[in-house]
Antibody, heavy 124, light 112 residues
């Protein structure tokens, strides 16, 4: 399983940020599988922005829900994150990660594979 | 939002010595399926976080057996039986009972 994030390195305040996660080694059509978007400001802990699941169910961070949209394109094995009205506080390394591996009759919610991350700076 | 509190925030350990990191939650992380949704990750310098322990006590693929996770309900511990130089980095706990998951603030481990 591999994942790789792509998108702009620099975005202006109030603009919309669009990031793409291209993955291989798994299918988002498989039961229980999900792809999460996370970000990590410099020197801080990671924060999960949201997760999209194989059945197109989506769960977003309550504090960012009104600014986020996560979509998937199973034909291209891609997941797209859109964040509107960005601000300098959104400056961070953005990661996508795989989740939903079956374990012992349950489903692990661990992020067991991460992309390399892409640094996004919000500045005018 | 489920808040996780880690301690200590900084750890300096001599190679070969053990290390222990605690993670506390205000709410129980026990799911009705009997599993506890608490994971541990290590972020080595310049790298993405990598999974160490999932569902409280299960080592992720390829993780050395010197790493172990324990605990239940609201209090959890990551133990390294004998620290090696390659273990430096920041350790995070993450709860996944409530979606989306949330992380602790991190514990930085350095080698003496």
């Amino acid at each position: 399983i591999t994942l790789k994030e792509s998108g702009p390195a620099l975005v202006k305040p109030t603009e919309t940020l669009t990031l793409t996660c291209s993955f291989s080694g798994f299918s988002l059509k498989t039961d229980s599988v999900g792809v999460g978007w996370l970000r990590q400001p410099p020197g801080k802990a990671p924060e999960c922005l949201g997760i999209i699941y194989w059945n197109d169910n989506k769960r977003y961070s309550p504090s960012l829900e009104n600014r986020l949209t996560i979509t998937m394109d199973t034909s291209k094995d891609q997941v797209v994150l859109t964040m509107t009205n960005v601000d300098p506080v959104d400056t961070a390394t953005y990661y996508c990660a795989h989740t939903g591996t079956p374990f012992g009759g349950a489903i692990s919610r661990s992020f067991d594979r991460w992309g390399q991350g892409t640094l996004v700076t919000v500045s005018s | 939002e489920t808040v996780l509190t880690q301690s200590p925030l900084f750890l300096a350990v001599t190679p070969g010595e053990p290390a222990s990191i605690s993670c506390g939650s205000r709410q129980s992380l026990l799911h009705s399926n009997g599993y506890t949704y608490l994971d541990w990750y290590l972020q080595k310098p310049g790298q993405s976080p990598q999974p160490l322990i999932f569902m409280g006590s299960h080592r992720a693929s390829g993780v050395p057996d010197r790493f172990s996770g324990s605990g239940s309900g609201t209090d959890f511990t990551l133990k390294i039986s004998r620290v090696e130089a390659e273990d430096v980095g920041v350790y995070y706990c993450m709860q996944a009972l409530q979606i989306p998951p949330t992380f602790g603030q991190g514990t930085r481990l350095e080698i003496k």
